[in-house]
C-alpha cells in the first residue's frame, strides 16, 4: 500500500499506511492522535499539519482528501489560525486550545 487510506467515522480520521495505523480524534469528540504499536494505542505527535493560514498541509493524498477536509473543518478556524505559527509544536497549539475549550464552562 504506497498511499495512504483514510476514513472519517464518527469519532476519528483513520489513517492506514505501510508504516501502520494513526487515529486523529475528532475535534469535537476527543481531539489527539494516537500510533497503534503492538496491540496498543499510544499517543503520537503528527508534527506540522496546517500552512501559514491554518490550512491543512498537503501531501494528504487524493485518495483521501474528502475525509481529511472533513476532520479539518471541525477544528474552529481561529483556532487553527493561532495554531499554525508553532510549526513543528502545532499539535501541541491544537490540543492545548481543545483542552481550553473544554474547560470552559458554557452557557
Given at each position: 500500500m504506497a498511499t495512504p487510506l483514510y476514513?472519517?467515522?464518527?469519532?476519528?480520521l483513520i489513517e492506514l499506511s505501510d508504516r501502520g495505523v494513526?487515529?486523529?480524534?475528532?475535534w469535537d469528540r476527543r481531539f489527539g492522535c494516537w500510533r497503534l504499536e503492538g496491540g496498543t494505542f499510544r499517543p503520537t505527535d503528527p508534527g506540522r499539519v496546517l500552512d501559514a493560514r491554518?490550512?491543512?498541509?498537503?501531501?494528504w493524498p487524493d485518495s483521501g482528501a474528502a475525509a481529511v477536509a472533513a476532520y479539518f473543518t471541525l477544528i474552529?478556524?481561529?483556532v487553527r489560525r493561532r495554531a499554525a505559527p508553532h510549526g513543528p509544536d502545532q499539535w501541541r497549539a491544537l490540543q492545548a486550545a481543545w483542552q481550553a475549550s473544554r474547560a470552559t464552562p458554557s452557557m
Open positions: 476514513r472519517f467515522t464518527d469519532d476519528a494513526r487515529v486523529f480524534g475528532r491554518g490550512i491543512w498541509l498537503s501531501p474552529p478556524l481561529p
